[in-house]
């Protein structure tokens, strides 16, 4: 294992390239890849790479890049793709075909505000667009998070119980483009890490029709079978991150994670980069006396609903934190986390940091000085912050 300062969009890059090699036993490896901003620089050091079997291909969008992993991952090869915003709409019918067709490609996607008004900052609107396609989905806090989770998406993706793709999140520019020390297993720890992949459904010389006309009754089976895969991505996650633990010697975070809320009655709940902001306005509040306590959601696909009830259970008032916004109904991440919130507790939605607006310590620190205040809980409230 060495250290080496690495972009997150090189962080997933170089994850990637390792979890390519580990299967040149295997099937080998492939994937589409087109570009967009930010998450450009991601294909380009992955196109640089040589693999001993299989190879990228570069296409002519983003429709086409998830076409050609689905082509890649049939075939029983490992594969990925990175893409963006308005690059993952234009992908989105081969999105939910990947998932429909349970193929465990894991793609990087930098979470980028969707336009027009065009808008290269991020905004985590354009991965929760598809969080009803069958992927599951990863939100990551800093390059040594998303450099793990994709080899770790890949151990989850391809177990036999789970057999579904993986979808990386991660902020624009504050991490795709941000360096940071970041620690890069060997080869040949990777290998140990992830076996080669035995996809029981890929194609062969038997002759099978892929994608075909179904019965509603057949509908119905096949959709119950993918809601049972994603129930049980749990308890495979878990023992993902044992196996991690063991041959990394780190351990990845828990699908909701909690920071200082053993004793806290006001928490602020959030998700990706938003979350270390939060953890700096609580250490704050609580050297003023506040018992404030932050929770980060990890996993947002499938929703992490007992485990945030769990981290959530004694608090007195709950706010949201989205850095997204469903018009006409407010943040998503509050609308999906609504359940897990006490039923006597005050809850309150807030939407902020859209189109790349800076999120400063002081700007959660007014937010836990609004939830203290309140009265009663009001729709979700647009906050502007200075970008």
């Known amino acids: 294992m060495t250290v080496e300062l690495l972009s997150a969009n090189h962080s997933a890059a170089t994850a990637a390239t ?26 380009e050091l992955l196109c640089k790479q040589e693999f001993e079997k299989g190879h990228v291909v570069r296409v002519e969008s983003e429709h086409s890049a998830m076409a050609v992993c689905m082509g890649f991952s049939q075939a029983g090869a490992r594969s990925f793709t990175a893409s963006s915003s308005n690059g993952l709409a234009y ?34 609107g354009d991965t929760l667009l598809l969080r009803d396609s069958g992927w599951m989905q990863l939100y990551c806090e800093d390059n040594q998070e998303v450099l793990d ?14 057999l579904l793709p993986a979808m990386v999140c991660q902020d624009a520019f504050v991490l795709s483009h941000t360096l940071m020390q970041t620690d890069v297993p060997s080869q040949e720890q990777v290998d140990g890490f992830l076996p080669p992949l035995d996809l029981p459904h890929r194609l062969t010389d038997r002759p099978v029709t892929v994608g075909g006309l179904d019965s509603p009754h ?40 909690p920071y200082r809320m053993e004793d806290a009655d006001v928490a602020l709940v959030s998700m990706g980069t938003t979350a270390a902001t939060v953890r700096v306005a609580v250490d704050r509040l609580r050297e003023q006396g506040v018992r404030a306590g932050g929770v980060r959601v990890r996993m947002f696909r499938p929703f992490p609903e007992r485990a945030l009830a769990e981290a959530l259970a004694g608090c007195e008032r709950v706010g949201i934190l989205d850095r997204d916004i469903s018009l006409g109904h407010g943040g998503v991440l509050w609308s999906e986390s609504r359940g897990a919130v006490p039923r006597d507790a005050l809850l309150q939605g807030y939407v902020l940091g859209l189109g790349g607006g800076d999120i400063r310590p002081e700007h959660i620190e007014s937010l836990f000085g609004d939830l203290r205040a309140r009265d009663a809980a009001a729709e979700p409230e647009i906050v502007e912050v200075a970008g």
């Open 18 to 43: 390792l979890a390519g090699r580990a299967n040149r036993t295997g099937r080998g490896f492939g994937g589409g890849v087109y570009p967009i901003t930010p998450q450009t620089e991601c294909i």
């Open 91 to 124: 992908m989105v019918e081969n999105v939910f075909a990947a998932g429909l067709y349970r193929l465990p490609i894991v793609m990087m996607a930098v979470n980028r505000t969707l336009g027009p008004p065009w808008n290269i900052w991020v905004d985590h």
């Open 149 to 162: 989770s994709i080899l770790l998406a890949y151990r989850l993706a391809e177990d036999p119980r789970v």
């Open 218 to 257: 057949g509908t119905e089976a096949h959709r119950k079978q993918h809601a049972e895969a994603m129930a049980r991505v749990p308890a495979v996650y878990a023992e993902c991150q044992d196996a991690f633990e063991e041959v990394f010697g780190r351990r990845p975070a828990d699908r909701v994670v």
